[in-house]
């Protein structure tokens, strides 16, 4: 089935035309890196993806059109982890992971016995559970990124969206986030779109790479097919060394 599938997409931010007819698919449990220099428009392709800008063209989610998808509709299917997502202020990692399960508690009432369940079982499940407690401002940066993660599960999602979920880490821990988001997809059946810096990490994690540059997709297939001297060379303008070894 097709989990994530972008037809002609288009986005305009200001005057200046961002993403320039992208097309897209991620198959069900597939994990797909999206790769490209700064600025080819990876961060606004998942914006777009999970409904958060207007757009031309079509993105479907699990096989509904993403403008069809009421909000709270929506964040029970995708939700994002931002590159730097906001850390508010004096909040527990207990109420912050509570924050993603939003989309369930009703607007007049308040959270249920079952809502703070599942934030415990989160918490467990990512290795948090010493850090209820705690100020998501005082987490490490690895404990952080497993706290924005547990908030982003704690909505149930088919769909996760990370945007470069590694960037602020140390290579331990870059390694110790995308080996717990490869177990939760294993586990859980999640779909994976990732933009990634790390050409050699993308390769090593993601089924399928997408080379995006200038707003347009330049090159999709394996790590093998895509991560070439030539066409990093090209995109990057950069002299590259492909790593051996990535499958
Ligand atoms: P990437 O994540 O690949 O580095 P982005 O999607 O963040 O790229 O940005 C792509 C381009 O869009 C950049 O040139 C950026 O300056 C521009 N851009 C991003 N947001 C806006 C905005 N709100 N208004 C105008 N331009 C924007
Ligand atoms: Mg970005
Ligand atoms: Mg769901």
Redo the contacts with the bound molecule.
Sequence with gaps: MTAISVRDLHVT??K?P?LRGVDLSVASGEWVAVI?P???????LLRAIGGLLPTSGAVSLLGTPVERLRRRARARTVATVAQSPVVPPGMSVFDYVLLGRTPFVSLLGRESAGDLAAVRALLDRLDLSGFGDRELETLSGGERQRAFLARALAQEPSLLLLDEPTSALDIGHQQEVLELVDTLRRDQGLTVLA?MHDLSIAGGYADRLVL?AEGAVVAAGTPREVLTEELLSRFYRARVRVVDGVD
């Design positions: 931010l200001g200046s961002i490209g700064n600025g080819a428009g990876k961060s606004t933009t995006l």
